[in-house]
């Protein structure tokens, strides 16, 4: 019989195994799981949803496995998260919702943070009680995001923050911004920055929500006047934040393209209900580009589990992945227009409306698709201007 | 591209091996050189080093016959031997009833796959060889009219049903390492050029447009590396899963198509010069396209799949995939 608990974690380990255990407990669990995994429109229940996924996971060690000991996890790698957020989505998930961060920030707080900080923050980040924004763009700083001027200045044992952050994901939901602020002056550029994490209950914090094209409200600006900050949340030393931003936009542009991709082939095999014959070309197309995606994933993800530094070749899977999410798109709108462009009368066509604007902005976010190929040019091709 | 800590560390020293081979020797010779028989003598067990070869081989652009052995590698049967020479594969091309064979010199005895008869040996290959009128680009593969040729069954269909499946995964992703090396060098030589040429006072890489022209097709060779590099780590274990090759064989030719008109794009009209560097191994990736398959149709096969079925293929697991990287 096959276990139920997560097991051998180690990196020799039979990771099939482990995806077998999962799979298992996942059956047996259905009563549990089931409910939490399902669609909703609504954007509150689905956030309700998460963390109650999140903790479920953890009461039983599958959210725990992958994570390393010392922010509360049981060891392992990236693989075995990986595996389990494809089992999860196997079993019909629509996606982790805010907790799609804890792929792209947890891990950079392990990394950086004061091991202190990490036992604090961690733990509830994984077990779904608190999460977690990340602050880098503002109104004038996007792609020349050296340019930020969100301002922290040294008193005593604290940083007193000035600012705004904007399009600042699930931060309405969120407990924590991880922040990149400048520390020095505006002509030291990248080299006068810090990371830091600020508690967005602090006095001076303000949350405006944005209502986007789509409906929903999951970006915010965050603006924080004279917020005091404890020097201890610092995440890096002084005047490094830019590489801490770097490691943190590899995850975002890299290895969370494991978990996009699962919810990418979520939407399609739904889609190919409604497709007829004369789809079947560019379906394929699509598939092809899944399995791009899908590989391309899966080789960063051994990287990072074998402890390499994820440097630019992050750039290509955010290439792939945001083109094939509006490749995707295009198709079910080319099918099935109407469901996408008119009124909707179902909970599930109001999802598949805001899904196919979202993947409008997607070659946006985390570093527009034009820096990520000037980063391909530059960084991998080695192309210079001038 | 020089991605050689992102690639699988064996499978790079192989495919470098072999590259310096090529850059000396072509034909049987460049194969005896390298041991490439040896690599499938005991029963075609890790063919690694010969997807390796076959990378490097598009990459020099060099003919020899590798493809044609591998797609028979392991078949360990007497029967297929002629003068105690092993035959080339003709590979199907389109929906025809022609074949291409890689590498063919007079002397090589040819063996194709006949739906209903079996694996046939086409008795005098150079009688039914199409002759262009004028001299082409790249004779790497010889087109042979099956219509017009006389054949003898080798290994009878009820024989041949359970060695189809081998032989096709196995051409599918040798012409897919092929198509790689191709891409890797047009992607090269473009990226060199556009370093190298001056327009309005400047190098050509200069320009953003350029530099986005060359960065979508490295990331499409990008993506190619990494499902191919899956497959062919798959292949040391046990037979290559079909629907995986054929997977890889459909982005290969994709992939080929794109990168050989970035670099058409970025070099200019000099590219569309008969002698000009690129015009040989892009006439050579677009008939390794057509092999076994063209990216059209299998991307058209993998969609039908996907909607019959109503399933989107995963084509590895993550285990698999993370394995051997
Ligand atoms: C859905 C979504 C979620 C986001 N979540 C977060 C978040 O959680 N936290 C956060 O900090 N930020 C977040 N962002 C912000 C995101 O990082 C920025 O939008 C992005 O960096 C681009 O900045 P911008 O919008 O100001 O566009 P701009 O920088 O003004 O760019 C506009 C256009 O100009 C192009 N452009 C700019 N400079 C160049 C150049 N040098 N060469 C060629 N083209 C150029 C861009 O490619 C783009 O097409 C999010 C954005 C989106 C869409």
């Known amino acids: 019989m096959v276990a139920r608990v997560p097991g051998d974690l180690s990196r020799d380990a039979d990771l099939a195994g482990f995806a077998a255990r999962f799979r298992v407990w996942l059956a047996e669990s259905t009563a549990d799981v089931a409910p939490l995994l399902a669609e909703h429109s609504d954007y509150d229940v689905r956030v309700q949803n998460a963390r109650a996924l999140r903790r479920l996971l953890c009461e039983h060690g599958w959210g725990l496995a992958g994570w390393p000991e010392e922010a509360g996890g049981l060891g392992g790698s990236i693989l075995h998260r990986s595996v389990v957020t494809e089992e999860l989505f196997r079993a019909g998930w629509s996606g982790p919702t805010v907790f799609e961060h804890l792929e792209i920030i947890a891990p950079t707080l392990v990394e950086f943070a004061a091991p202190e900080f990490v036992q604090a923050v961690v733990p509830a980040f994984l077990d779904g009680s608190r999460s977690w924004s990340q602050g880098f763009s503002e109104p004038e700083a996007g792609s020349d995001l050296a340019s930020l001027r969100t301002r922290a200045v040294r008193d005593g044992d604290d940083f007193v923050v000035n600012g705004a952050k904007i399009w600042t994901t699930w931060s309405k939901w969120a407990h924590w911004c991880l922040a990149l602020v400048r520390t020095g002056s505006a002509e030291e550029r990248h080299r006068g920055l810090s990371m830091i994490a600020i508690d967005l209950a602090s006095p001076g914090v303000e949350v405006r929500t944005i209502r986007q094209a789509n409906g929903t409200d999951e970006l915010a600006q965050v603006h924080f006047t004279d917020v005091r900050v404890p020097a201890a949340q610092l995440v890096g030393e002084v005047g490094r934040g830019w590489n801490v931003a770097l490691y943190l936009l590899a995850r975002e542009r890299g290895t969370l393209s494991w978990l996009r991709h699962c919810a990418f082939r979520h939407w399609l095999t739904t889609g190919t209900e409604v497709m007829g014959e004369d789809s079947d070309r560019e379906l394929g197309s699509v598939v092809l580009q899944l399995a791009g995606v899908r590989a391309a994933a899966a080789r960063l993800l051994s990287r990072a589990a074998d402890g390499a530094q994820l440097g630019p070749e992050a750039a290509f899977n955010k290439l792939l992945m945001t083109r094939t999410e509006q490749s995707l798109f295009n198709l079910l709108r080319e099918v099935d227009g109407g469901r996408i462009a008119l009124p909707a009368d179902s909970p599930e066509d109001v999802l598949q409306q805001q899904e196919y604007l979202f993947s409008r902005i997607v070659t946006i976010y985390g570093g527009s698709q034009q820096m990520q190929l000037t980063t391909v040019a530059r960084h991998v091709l080695g192309l210079r201007d001038g | ?325």
């Open chain 2, 1 to 325: 591209m020089a991605d050689g800590d992102l690639r699988p560390a064996d499978y790079v020293g192989f495919r470098d091996a072999a590259a310096a081979i090529l850059g000396r020797h072509s034909g049987a010779g460049a194969l005896d050189a390298f041991g490439f028989t040896d690599v499938y003598a005991d029963g075609a067990e890790d063919l690694r080093p010969a997807y390796a070869f076959l990378e490097a081989q598009g990459s020099c652009c060099v003919s020899t016959p590798a493809l044609g052995l591998l797609a028979l590698a392991g078949l360990d049967d007497d029967r297929l031997a002629t003068d105690g020479r092993s035959p080339l594969f003709g590979a199907p091309v389109g929906r025809s009833s022609l074949v291409a064979v890689p590498g063919m010199t007079p002397d090589d005895g040819v063996l194709v796959d006949r739906r209903g008869s079996g694996l046939v040996a086409v008795e005098d290959p150079s009688a039914v060889r199409r002759t262009p009128p004028a001299p082409v680009a790249d004779d790497y593969l010889t087109v042979l009219d099956l219509d017009r040729a006389e054949c003898r069954v080798v290994v009878p269909e009820g024989e041949a049903e359970a060695l189809r499946e081998g032989i096709v995964a196995r051409t599918r992703l040798g012409a897919a390492a092929e198509l790689l090396g191709l891409t890797d060098r047009l992607l090269r030589d473009a990226a060199g050029y556009a370093g190298q040429r001056a327009q309005f006072g400047r190098t050509l890489s200069s320009f953003q447009a350029m530099q986005h022209l060359l960065a979508w097709a490295a990331t499409e060779r990008h993506q190619l590396t990494c499902l191919f590099d899956i497959a062919v780590a798959g292949s040391a274990a046990g037979p290559v899963d079909p629907e995986l090759a054929r997977a890889v064989k459909a982005m290969a030719g994709r992939v080929f198509h794109a990168v050989a008109q970035t670099a058409i794009q970025v070099t200019g009209a000099i590219s569309f010069t008969w002698e000009h560097s690129l015009n040989r191994p892009h006439q050579r990736g677009m008939a390794l396209d057509q092999l076994a398959g063209s990216s059209a149709d299998l991307v058209a096969a993998i969609g039908r799949q996907a909607r019959t079925e109503g399933v989107v293929p995963e084509l590895f697991a993550l285990a698999a995939g993370a394995a051997d990287t």
